[in-house]
Nanobody, 114 residues
Framework: VQLQASGGGLVQAGGSLTLSCTAS????????MGWYRQAPGKQRELVATITSSSNTNYADSVEGRFTISRVSAKKRLYLQMNSLKPEDTAVYYCNADVDSIIYWGKGTLVTVSS
């Protein structure tokens, strides 16, 4: 499966952005999809995941501010990001766990200015 993330950009602190990840095929049966991010000089870290039954998991740093969702009919994964902080600045990647094989999309850059 190929994944394409989009929606990144420059936003002021306190603002909002919605990231989208479009898959090349149906995501209906993909058990787990997620968003990760990598800030300059840091390791890639988990942001949020969602299962095929819509169970979600969030990093403590984004809990209550970010919302992950998936729309199977559109083959899309979303990340709604509110109350953005400068420390949210990173390249954001979507991924999909397909039968224990992890697929990654190219990232989209989110820059939050103070």
């Amino acid at each position: 499966v190929q994944l394409q993330a989009s929606g990144g950009g420059l936003v002021q602190a306190g603002g909002s952005l919605t990231l989208s990840c479009t898959a090349s095929r149906s995501i209906l049966n993909i058990k787990r999809m997620g968003w990760y991010r990598q800030a300059p000089g840091k390791q890639r870290e988990l942001v949020a995941t969602i299962t095929s039954s819509s169970n979600t998991n969030y990093a403590d740093s984004v809990e209550g501010r970010f919302t992950i969702s998936r729309v199977s009919a559109k083959k899309r994964l979303y990340l709604q990001m509110n109350s953005l902080k400068p420390e949210d600045t990173a390249v954001y990647y979507c991924n999909a766990d397909v039968d224990s094989i992890i697929y990654w999309g190219k990232g989209t850059l989110v820059t939050v200015s103070s």
